[in-house]
């Protein structure tokens, strides 16, 4: 498999655990009441960890990975929108969800939403990039290029 074919793929699962974290996970959350809070807010973290750990972890490895082969324009930017992303959690959501865990509050859920919108921009962002590199590392695009511009 080729990098570019591994990074398309760690930013797939990337993006795609992203929108339903955005899409699904949170908005259910942000339903919780107050009086079921704590349990919610807990069974979420302790759910959610391992996948975050194993998602972040791939997209670590391909992102160091391309770049480190080919530090290329779509690779640089899919690299620095997954960095967006998991930085906005390690500085943003994990702290307000450290915050939460204490108890529901409407104006750190609010900032927690916003921020998960960031993460989530930036890892639709690095999907994209990494489909063009993909596009640019074919064999196949590549042979069809060269033939399209022979024939104009």
Known sequence: MSRATVLVVATAVHAGFQLTVTGLVYPALAEVPEARW???????????????AVVYG?????????????ASAPVIVSAVASATSLGT????????????GAGRDAVLLGALLRADRLRCAGAVVALVAALVQAGR????????????TRES
Request: glycine share 6%; hydrophobic share 50%; aromatic share 0%.
């Open 89 to 100: 959690t390690a500085l943003l959501a994990a702290p307000l969800h450290g915050r939460l």
């Open 137 to 148: 590392a074919s064999p196949v695009a590549s042979r069809s290029c060269r033939r399209s």
């Open 58 to 70: 791939g997209v670590v490895v391909s992102a160091a990975g391309s770049l480190a082969a080919r």
């Open 38 to 52: 704590a349990q919610a807010h807990a069974r979420h973290s302790r759910r959610i960890v391992p996948l975050v």
